[in-house]
Structures are given as structure tokens and as C-alpha cells.
């Protein structure tokens, strides 16, 4: 069969796919969570979202990678309803996100590491029970994550899940992508998702961005895994506010290094906060101010096509 990727309107040839986004959201509710007491949320008013991917799109984006996972906001019908409206292929995620967000019904403390990734596997063949659209179709996953810790350790739990996604990402073809704040966990993540079947080729560490240490970077990319930098734009912190150019010295390093295959880049819009009605950067901030640094560091047109079209590309084509 011919190599495919799967949006949430169906599969399509991976040749359809510009620039993309590898690790967003368009749906996200934190504050639901128990022992959550802030606000955290992406709004689901579809207008007002509508509107800022369009942001994206207008700048030349084709597809956005919807990470967004069961328990913090997942929503299938969502995805399909913004994909019809925008015209951008989006792609939906599987799995869970990280332990305190585990959704009870998940029974990620019960189930065997066969039994969590035969969820994953069957939500990849048949699509998510529930989510039949108007004629009967299913949406189904393109992509495994992301797939998080809490800490900078791998819990119990978690170890099963990422063993679980493992088995899954060997038997689906779907590649990986996680969340690794902050540490060398990432690495420690690789290791287990290797172990349990996946092909690190298949494998994205995410958040790299969030913890800028170039022998940390190296040692991802020589296991064959890709590093994410995905909180660009972000202005939580002051990490994130101000290092930026930390961020773009290491991606010079990768690439003098010869690791341009091995780079993603995204923004994790995850917050209202982020969109830019709310006064962030919204969903076009590597079109409208990031890429234009790499370009004044001395990255060439031919590089950042490799990393924001052929790298997603190759990491969503399944098959
Ligand atoms: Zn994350």
C-alpha cells in the first residue's frame, strides 16, 4: 500500500502536505482536571479558533498536528468540524498524556501494556468509538502522543503507557511524539519506547526547547530519534521569553553538525493566552517572526523547507 497520512477527514497522500505544524492544540481543558485549580484552557468557541489558524494558513500552513489527548480535551467531532472549516489537514493523536492526567476510564493502572496498546491500535483500524460524522465514518489517529511525564523521572504508570505506545507505533506504522520538559528525560523516554518495538527513527522527543543542552540534542539525534523545539512563541516564563536565542544557537549547531532531518519546529498552542486576540503569538509565530531569525542566523530556504515541510512529512507518512 501506498504511504499514506491520516487527518482526521480521511487518509490522503503525504505529497498533499506543506508546511506543517507537528505539535499544537485546538482543544485543551487543564482546569477540569482534579487538583487542577487554574484556568487552563484552549476555548472552544470555533469562530474565535477558526480565525487564528487562519492566521496560519494565510502564511502558506497546510496541516497542524492536534496532540491533544483523552482526558484534557480530545474531541474528535471538534477536529472534524475545524478541518471542513479551515481547510487545513489536521491530525489527531492517541494514547494518554501523563499520569496526573490520565482519564479514570482509561484503567491505565489496571490494564496490561497488550491491552493499552490494543486501544491505541484500534482507534488507528477502526477510529475512536463515538466519533462517526454524518456518513458513518470514524476519525482516526494519525500519530501516537503526546505522550508525557510529570516529572523528570518516567513513573510506573507512565512506563507502561510509553511500552504500550511502543508496541503500538511497531504494529500501526503511526510514529511517536512525547512531552520532555525541562530534562534529559527524553532520552530515558527513547529508551523505553525502543525497548517495547518502536523505531526511533519514528520517534519525536518534544520539548526539547525547553531544556537547550546541546549534548542532551546530540544524543537524541544519534540514537536516530528527532528532537521538537515546540514552545516557540511561548511567554509563560522567562526561559521561554528570553531564550529564544539560545534555542536558534543550538539549531545552528544540529545543522552545521549535519542534522537537518532531525529537527522539528512548532509552537504548542495550548493556553487562550497564546492566541493572539488574547494579545500571544498565536498560530503563525514560525512564519511571522521565528523563521525570518533563523534566515538573519544564516539558515538557508532549502533547510527550513527540510524542517517545516519534509520533516513532518515523513514523520506523519504511514507505510
Ligand atoms: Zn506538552
Same mark, same amino acid.
Given at each position: ?131 462517526? +460524522?454524518? /456518513?458513518?465514518? &470514524? =476519525?482516526?489517529? $494519525? ?5 508525557? *511525564?510529570?516529572?523528570? !523521572? ?42 517495547? +518495538?518502536? /523505531?526511533?527513527? &519514528? =520517534?519525536?522527543? $518534544? ?5 537547550? *543542552?546541546?549534548?542532551? !540534542? ?102
Amino acid at each position: 500500500m501506498a504511504p499514506f497520512v491520516q487527518t482526521v477527514l480521511g487518509r490522503i497522500d503525504p505529497a498533499g502536505l506543506g508546511f506543517t505544524l507537528p505539535h499544537e492544540h485546538t482543544q485543551c481543558q487543564l482546569w477540569t482536571i482534579p487538583e487542577r485549580f487554574d484556568y487552563w484552557e484552549l476555548t472552544a468557541d470555533e469562530e474565535l479558533v477558526a480565525a487564528e489558524l487562519e492566521r496560519f494558513r494565510a502564511g502558506g500552513g497546510t496541516c497542524l498536528v492536534d496532540v491533544t489527548l483523552p482526558g484534557i480535551g480530545r474531541d474528535p467531532a471538534w477536529l472534524r468540524g475545524l478541518a471542513a472549516r479551515t481547510g487545513l489537514h489536521l491530525v489527531m493523536g492517541t494514547g494518554w498524556y501523563r499520569e496526573p492526567y490520565y482519564p479514570p476510564d482509561a484503567l491505565v493502572d489496571r490494564r496490561s501494556v497488550a491491552e493499552l496498546a490494543a486501544v491505541m491500535v484500534a482507534e488507528f483500524e477502526e477510529g475512536v468509538p463515538g466519533s462517526e +460524522g454524518p /456518513d458513518g465514518a &470514524r =476519525v482516526r489517529p $494519525g500519530i501516537i502522543g503526546e505522550i508525557g *511525564v510529570h516529572k523528570p !523521572w518516567v513513573s510506573a504508570q507512565e512506563e507502561r503507557v510509553l511500552r504500550a505506545c511502543g508496541r503500538a507505533a511497531r504494529a500501526t506504522g503511526m510514529a511517536v511524539t512525547t512531552h520532555a520538559v525541562l530534562s534529559p528525560v527524553g532520552l530515558r523516554q527513547l529508551d523505553i519506547l525502543e525497548d517495547a +518495538g518502536a /523505531d526511533p527513527r &519514528r =520517534v519525536v522527543i $518534544g520539548h526539547a526547547d525547553s531544556y537547550p *543542552v546541546l549534548d542532551h !540534542w546530540l544524543a537524541i539525534v544519534a540514537r536516530g530519534a528527532s528532537i521538537e523545539c515546540d514552545f516557540l512563541g511561548m511567554a509563560f516564563t522567562p526561559m521561554e521569553r528570553k531564550g529564544e536565542p539560545r534555542v536558534i544557537e543550538l539549531i545552528l549547531r544540529l545543522l552545521e553538525r549535519g542534522h537537518v532531518d532531525r529537527i522539528l519546529l512548532s509552537q504548542d498552542v495550548c493556553d487562550n493566552s497564546q492566541l493572539v486576540f488574547y494579545g500571544g503569538n498565536g498560530y503563525a509565530y514560525l512564519q511571522e517572526a521565528f523563521l525570518p531569525r533563523l534566515r538573519a542566523a544564516g539558515v538557508g530556504e532549502e533547510e527550513i523547507r527540510r524542517i517545516t515541510v519534509d520533516n513532518p512529512r515523513r514523520i506523519l507518512s504511514i507505510g
